[in-house]
Nanobody, 118 residues
Framework: QVQLVESGGGLVQPGGSLRLSCAAS????????MGWYRQAPGKQREWIATATRDGAANYVDLVKGRFTISRDNAKNTVYLQMKSLEPEDTAVYYC????????????WGQGTQVTVSS
């Protein structure tokens, strides 16, 4: 079992930046690919980025160049640095942990709200 706790959301003006954090506990962090998803009101949850257990970073096209995912395995934490934020980035952001081999070991955090508005 993995527990995930996100933090760092809030209200930011268009063009601003935020850094989200997700602290993991309960299992071996290095066994998991760590991802960020988001869900805007009235929309389905969508994948944003993944930091794989072997250090690769992958992004959905619409955030490439604006968002950066990173992980600190010593701190069991994954980050999402977001810049040049747009109102369309407004959503609840969720952290995800997916075991590299056992597909049933897939865990979610409670989410953190990001609102981009002037």
């Amino acid at each position: 079992q993995v527990q995930l706790v996100e933090s760092g959301g809030g209200l930011v003006q268009p063009g601003g930046s935020l850094r989200l954090s997700c602290a993991a506990s309960g299992s071996i962090f290095n066994n998991y690919h760590m991802g960020w998803y988001r869900q805007a009101p009235g929309k389905q949850r969508e994948w944003i980025a993944t930091a794989t257990r072997d250090g690769a970073a992958n992004y959905v096209d619409l955030v490439k160049g604006r968002f950066t995912i990173s992980r600190d395995n010593a701190k069991n934490t994954v980050y999402l640095q977001m810049k040049s934020l747009e109102p369309e980035d407004t959503a609840v952001y969720y952290c995800n942990a997916k075991h590299w081999f056992i597909s049933s070991r897939n865990y979610w955090g409670q989410g953190t709200q990001v609102t981009v508005s002037s």
